[in-house]
């Protein structure tokens, strides 16, 4: 029997691949004048880098985020699918 935490955890990798997938959809669609409006895209996150340097190691951190509406609508059907499960 499953647990409530394992249930989570698949929930999170549907939503992800939902993301990924749906973004590139969303960039395959872009080419395609009437599907123009699925890679609508907007993005944000550290636009510069951190660096982090200690002499002995230099540690660069950075994460940005693209939210295209495809990929919104793919994790809208990732949800709806696992729900189905």
Same mark, same amino acid.
Request: hydrophobic share 60%.
């Given at each position: 029997? !499953? =647990? @409530? $935490? @394992?249930?989570?955890?698949?929930?999170?990798? &549907?939503?992800?691949?939902?993301? /990924?997938?749906?973004?590139?959809?969303? $960039?395959? %669609? +872009?080419?395609?004048?009437?599907?123009?409006?699925?890679?609508? *895209?907007? +993005? &944000?996150?550290? $636009?510069?880098?951190?660096?982090?340097?200690? *002499?002995? /190691?230099?540690? =660069? &951190? %950075?994460?940005?985020?693209?939210? +295209?509406?495809? +990929?919104?609508?793919?994790?809208?059907? !990732?949800? &709806?699918?696992?729900? @189905?499960?």
């Amino acid at each position: 029997m !499953a =647990t @409530k $935490e @394992k249930n989570i955890w698949i929930l999170l990798i &549907f939503i992800l691949s939902g993301l /990924v997938v749906g973004g590139l959809l969303g $960039e395959l %669609a +872009s080419n395609i004048d009437w599907l123009w409006w699925l890679s609508y *895209s907007q +993005s &944000f996150g550290l $636009e510069n880098p951190i660096v982090l340097d200690l *002499s002995v /190691v230099k540690i =660069t &951190f %950075a994460l940005m985020f693209k939210i +295209s509406i495809s +990929s919104i609508i793919g994790m809208i059907l !990732a949800i &709806f699918i696992y729900k @189905k499960m």
